[in-house]
Every structure is written in C-alpha cells, then in structure tokens.
C-alpha cells in the first residue's frame, strides 16, 4: 500500500542555502533572452498548419489500418504497486516500495524507492518524456542492499546487473513528475510552467525530510533540474542531467537542424489530436518508439528495451489524464516562449546564474531529438561540470547504455 508524505509547510524550502549563496550570473547569456520575440513568434505560427496537416495525415493512416483497434485500450491497474515488473526486473527490484509524497498546492507525487535511509545522502531520480519512473530500473537495482551478488545472469543477459553500489551509499528516489503515471494531474496548461515543476522538486526534497539532494535527471526531468539547481542552489548539492539541454543554451544554440528535429513541439500544441497520438491502439506509439521501429528515434541496442518493458510504460501513459498532462509541458514552454504565458521571474533569474555546484552532463551521440551542439556553453554555466558523449546511443540513454551510465554516474559521485 503507498503511504503519504507531506513536505514542510514553514517555508523552509526557502531557506535552503538561497540567502547565503551569492548570486553570479552567466554574463554570456545577457543577451539571449528567455522568451522569443515576435518574429520567431510568427515564423512558428506560419509553419503550424504544416506540422498539424502531417499529424492528421498520420493519424488517419493509423485508423485506416486497424479501424477497430485504433481506439482500443487495454485495462491497466489503477495503483503502481500493482503493475507487474518483467523478468528480470521483478526480481531485481524486489523489495521496492511506492508511497506519495505531498509537495504542496494539492499535488502529489508517486515515489519509489527501497525504504528510508536518513543516515545517507539523497539522490533524487527525474524521467523524461513519455516515460516514468521504470525508465531508472537499472540504476535503481544498484540502490537493492546486496544486489550484484550473483548477478552475474543478469549482467550476461545484457540487463545491466551491477554491484549494488548505490545500496549503503544513497537513498535513491525516483519520481513520477507531475501530469505522469500516478503522480497528481492538476487541470490547466499553467500547471506545467518551469514555476510549478521546479516547485515540486523542492517540495519532494522537503516531503522527504531532507534539505538538499543530489539531483539526477533525463529530459524533460533533466530541463527542470537546470532550472531547480539555478533556483535552488542549496537544494542541489551536485547535478546530472541526461540528454537535457539549458534553456538558455537552447535558445542560443538553435540551428535549423535542431529546430526541426524540434519541431513535434510544435506539433503538440494542437488539442485533442496529440493526445490520441500517444494512446491510439493502446498506446502503439510507446511500441514504435522504444522496440527499434523508429529508425534514429529508438534506441541504438537491440533488446535495449523489451515489449515487458513497454507494458509498464504504457500503464502509466494510459493513467486517465496522462496523456494531456504530460503534452502541457510542451505547451506551457512554448507558451511561455511566445509570451501568451508569463515567465517566471524567478526561475529565469536561477536560469542565468552561475551553478557552482558539481555538474555532470551525459549524452547519447546519436541522440534524434537532441543535438551535441546543445552543449556548447555547458562550462560558462556550470565552471566546475564534465561531459561525457557516449557512442551508438540514442535519447533513450538509461535504456541503451546503463551499464556506462552507471560507470560515469559512480566516478562522477566518487565512489
């Protein structure tokens, strides 16, 4: 059964270091500014009809095909604990335990990880879009106390079995963000502003007992981590990111390739359509994505990810309001971009600081939706942060490299 923690409610998540902490701002990025003027504004709005017209034409191939399924869903459990894992991932998290954490504002965050452990420092887990929580399995089985002894099938079979280093070392917690899985869906694209999610990263960390964590993060969860560790400094004691780029970095380095490698953003502002792109045919995008049926779009490694692995990604994507909640992030940035939205101030001014904090930034070579280029300028941001670009791998970086995500992620930290 998942149990409920509340984060503090005295305020403290202010005090966290941000009083003592100096404020140095990135000076390069004076001049890139945090929203987009109305030229760009425009240009957008101008290749809109374009985009929208191929995701019609998409989705009415999809129904042409399989009329009778393409509405179909498959029933799924309503509570986490409850998902079956697949083999060998039910006996490699064995053990693991969901509880809600309360961050304030009415939201709710579903949390897993393998007990309380006050006595060590936290690492908190972010994932990307369209994933959850499952897409940290790996990392999180080195957190299992004794996992690694006799793992050597797990390993042989290419599963990423380790050592268990993390056990005894971290209290390893992977979210559900907001708007996924079984997380809280608050109503409204406002709910999904950089705002609100680095809002919740500091509420998780209070909800936890803790005042700061080591903050690791892929994607969209890597996006919102940039943006909580400028915020917050004295919440983040060290930063990974995972094939996630800094706001201000992507808007400086924008080229046309990235742009339209960029461009389902765009394509996701439409209603009601995206969404039944993401769950038409229970949800046959997640299938096509992430079984190597996406050409540059899936991962590098055959059996990277297996149909078991698809099927707990699909339980969460297939949450009632999933589907929206997780599209509103792209709508509020580019919301927020455009300028409908307000930008907070707040969360620019921790864009254009200076982190001082140790950084770590991982990417995958063959990334589809990302390029290399978006880390020009990591060091003017973080002076004291490493890269490590890892060959034959996609997005998908805990799925197709865990093993050498483990690796740089425990030299990194120091173990």
């Known amino acids: ?15 966290n270091g941000t009083s003592t902490i100096p404020y140095k701002r990135v000076k390069t990025l004076d001049h890139i500014p945090a929203t987009s003027g109305a030229l760009r504004s425009l240009l957008l709005l101008a290749v809109a009809p374009l985009i929208w017209a191929s995701l019609v034409l998409t989705l009415a191939r999809a129904f042409l095909s399989n009329p009778l399924g393409f509405f179909r869903r498959s029933r799924r459990p309503a509570r986490p604990e409850e998902v079956p894992l697949p083999p060998p991932w039910a006996q490699r998290l064995a053990g693991l335990q969901h509880e809600m954490l309360d961050v304030g504002g009415g939201v709710r965050l579903h949390a897993v990880s393998f007990g309380r452990r006050p006595h060590l420092p936290l690492l908190l887990l972010l994932h990307g879009f369209p994933e959850c ?16 002894e006799g793992s050597g099938e797990a390993q042989g079979q290419g599963q990423g079995g380790g050592s268990g280093w993390l056990g005894g070392r971290y209290e390893v917690v992977a979210l559900d ?22 809002s919740d990263i500091a509420g998780a960390v209070a909800a936890l007992g803790r005042t700061s964590c080591t903050l690791l993060a892929h994607d969209w969860g890597g996006a919102v981590a940039w943006a909580a560790a400028g915020r917050y400094p004295g919440l983040v004691r060290a930063l990974g990111v995972v094939a996630a780029p800094h706001w201000l970095l992507y808007r400086r380095n924008l080229s046309l390739q990235q742009a339209v490698r960029s461009s389902y953003i765009v394509m996701f502002q439409m209603p009601i359509l995206p969404e039944l792109l993401l769950t ?9 994505l992430l079984l190597g049926r996406a050409g540059p779009a899936s991962p590098r490694t055959s059996g990277a990810v297996t149909p078991g692995d698809v099927e707990v990604y699909k339980a ?3 949450q009632p309001g999933c589907a929206t909640a997780s599209l509103n992030y792209y709508r509020a940035v580019m919301l927020a971009s455009m300028g409908v939205m307000p930008f907070s101030g707040e969360v620019e001014r921790g864009l254009r600081r200076q982190l001082e904090m140790p950084v770590l930034v991982v990417w995958g070579a063959e990334d589809h939706a990302l390029l290399v280029s978006n880390l020009k300028g990591v060091a003017e941001v973080a002076p004291l942060s490493e890269v490590h670009i ?12 865990p093993q050498e995500l483990s690796r740089v992620v425990r030299e990194w930290l120091g173990e």
């Not at 923690?5 to 998540?13: F, N, R």
């Not at 963000?177 to 680095?198: C, H, N, Q, V």
């Open 280 to 288: 038409h045919s229970d949800a046959a995008l997640l299938e096509t």
């Open 1 to 15: 059964m998942a149990i409920t923690t509340k984060a503090a409610t005295d305020g403290s998540m202010k005090g």
């Open 390 to 401: 890892l060959p034959h791998c996609s997005h998908w970086v805990q799925s197709d490299q």
């Open 177 to 198: 963000m907001r708007g996924f899985g079984w997380s809280s869906k608050p109503e409204g694209i406002s709910a999904y502003s950089l705002d609100a999610l680095t």
């Open 133 to 148: 929580w499952y897409s940290w399995r790996h990392l999180l089985a080195e957190a299992r106390e004794g996992e690694g």
């Open 316 to 318: 969460a994507l297939l």
